[in-house]
């Protein structure tokens, strides 16, 4: 049973983070958006698995807690960060405000800086 919870809370935090990711580039574009910050993308409320137990254990905030699932979605759900590969046209590079680097010819392992783009500081109070 507890595998099930884990596996469940981690696709639930997975799906989670995937939306504040598409929120802060709708937001980061311009584009229209169901939110006016990241921060109003609520988290999922997680079952008694191990990983929920940690993110209480270590009082995980909104950072801490989307740096996990980063860190987490380069494993578990890599095409996740796929996203983060766009160019920029007017420099035919990637956007170097997303932070981040590519770890083989497909994959991407954020950064502290791919961090603050899809959390800017701004936004968050406790970081």
Same mark, same amino acid.
């Given at each position: 049973?507890?595998l099930?919870?884990?596996?469940?809370?981690l696709?639930?935090?997975?799906?989670?983070?995937?939306?504040?990711?598409?929120?802060?580039?709708?937001?980061?574009?311009?584009?229209?958006?169901?939110?006016?910050?990241?921060?109003?993308?609520?988290?999922?409320?997680?079952?008694? &698995? =191990?990983?929920?137990?940690?993110?209480? +254990?270590?009082? $995980?905030?909104? #950072?801490?807690?989307?740096?996990?699932?980063?860190?987490?979605?380069?494993?578990?759900?890599?095409?996740?960060?796929?996203?983060?590969?766009?160019?920029?046209?007017?420099?035919?590079r990637?956007?170097?405000?997303?932070?981040?680097?590519?770890?083989? &010819? =497909?994959?991407?392992?954020?950064?502290? +800086?791919?961090? $603050?783009?899809? #959390?800017?500081?701004?936004?968050?109070?406790?970081?």
């Amino acid at each position: 049973m507890q595998l099930t919870t884990n596996a469940d809370d981690l696709n639930a935090e997975l799906n989670w983070l995937n939306e504040v990711i598409e929120t802060r580039f709708k937001l980061f574009f311009e584009q229209e958006c169901a939110y006016s910050s990241v921060q109003e993308v609520n988290p999922p409320i997680l079952n008694h &698995s =191990s990983y929920a137990q940690c993110l209480e +254990q270590y009082h $995980l905030g909104f #950072a801490e807690r989307i740096a996990l699932s980063m860190a987490l979605a380069a494993v578990l759900r890599p095409e996740l960060l796929d996203v983060f590969f766009l160019k920029n046209k007017l420099f035919d590079r990637r956007f170097t405000e997303f932070g981040g680097a590519t770890i083989t &010819s =497909s994959g991407f392992m954020p950064s502290l +800086q791919t961090l $603050l783009f899809a #959390a800017p500081t701004h936004e968050i109070k406790n970081i």
